[in-house]
């Protein structure tokens, strides 16, 4: 017992326990979660039309389709990127508040929203989704392939040299 | 300080502290998937890793807060709770600067718990934390059973 008379080896001995208890009650309740959470999954079948409140990833078909729709487009990426070119028509990201009073300028918290940032491996759009979710935004969209894939696929843009 | 004073002050910090993360970890640990969304909705950790801390701090909040009131292993549990409040100043404070509006998630999972983040929540984490230090550098061992006290 010893070994416990170092704090270090004290802050050790805590977090061992904890997670040997926090594993076990987990794996024996009902209601266990995944020890990581699970990515947003890209689903195909969407109804707009819908009441249910939606936060799910689209494929670049899809957010083609959203976009000749109308649906509007918000570039979660930094100003600096979205002045060198966004999908077209694209809200800039601001600060969350100003974003939202411009978002409701323009539509309701009920109307869908698709949210981008650069490629596949940028985490910022998911989190503006989630931002925006807490914000009482219902449905809401992230097209993973962001400004890498639409532009590769030479959709509708604006660019700083056009 | 007066050593008398200063017994009495860290059997009172020990004792807030103690009752505070007792009381933080019950819900989060009846609620994990509703505290995960709470720890997620700050967005500092990689994608997935809220689930992880959300079944994992709940417990280290628990036995922390027994064992420091219990006076058992007292200088771990007063350095876990000075590194917890820390990354809960730290998180706060970038959810704030982001003007990100959310729950604290600190003593209840629920959404609309109206405990929303704010300076005050801040300065309550600062004050934790102070006492955090009163208990780590006590001179008095007083009410303390394992390590023996000297």
């Known amino acids: 017992m010893q070994y416990l008379d170092k704090p270090f080896n004290q802050v050790v001995f805590f977090v061992v326990i904890s997670i040997f208890l926090s594993f076990s009650s987990n794996l024996v309740r009902k209601d266990s979660i995944p020890l990581l959470a699970k990515k947003l999954e890209i689903t195909e079948d969407i109804d707009l039309d819908s009441d249910e409140s939606t936060l799910t990833a689209i494929s670049l078909d899809k957010a083609k389709e959203f976009f000749e729709n109308g649906v509007l ?5 930094d100003e600096v990127y979205y002045n ?14 100003e974003l939202i009073f411009n978002i409701e300028d323009k539509q309701t918290k009920e109307d869908p929203i698709v949210v981008y940032c650069g490629d596949p491996g940028c985490g910022d759009s998911e989190d503006l989704a989630y931002d925006l979710q807490n914000e009482g935004f219902k449905k809401l969209f992230v097209f993973k392939g962001g400004w890498l894939e639409w532009s590769a696929a030479n959709y509708p843009a604006d660019r700083s040299n056009e | 300080m007066n050593k008398e004073i200063e017994k009495y002050l860290v059997i009172i910090c020990r004792l807030i502290l103690g009752g505070v993360f007792i009381y933080a970890s019950l819900d989060k640990i009846a609620n994990p998937a509703e505290f995960a969304k709470a720890v997620g909705n700050y967005h500092v950790l990689p994608f997935g890793m ?5 079944l994992i701090l709940p417990w280290v909040e628990l036995i922390v807060g027994v064992c420091i009131i219990a006076g058992i292993l007292v200088d771990g ?5 000075i590194i917890m409040n820390v990354i809960f100043i730290f998180a706060i404070s970038q959810a704030l600067a982001r003007g990100i509006s959310i ?6 999972t629920s959404s609309d718990s109206g405990s929303a983040i704010g300076i005050n929540t801040i300065i309550r984490d600062i004050g934790y934390l102070i006492m955090g230090f009163i208990v ?4 008095s061992k007083w009410m303390e059973f394992f390590p023996k006290s000297i």
């Open chain 1, 73 to 77: 487009f918000i570039d979660a990426r």
């Open chain 1, 84 to 97: 060198e070119g966004h999908i077209r028509n694209a809200m800039k990201n601001v600060f969350l508040m």
């Open chain 2, 50 to 54: 809220e689930n992880l801390v959300a």
């Open chain 2, 77 to 81: 549990s007063s350095i876990l709770i």
């Open chain 2, 103 to 108: 729950e604290c998630g600190c003593f209840s």
């Open chain 2, 136 to 139: 780590l550098k006590r001179k």
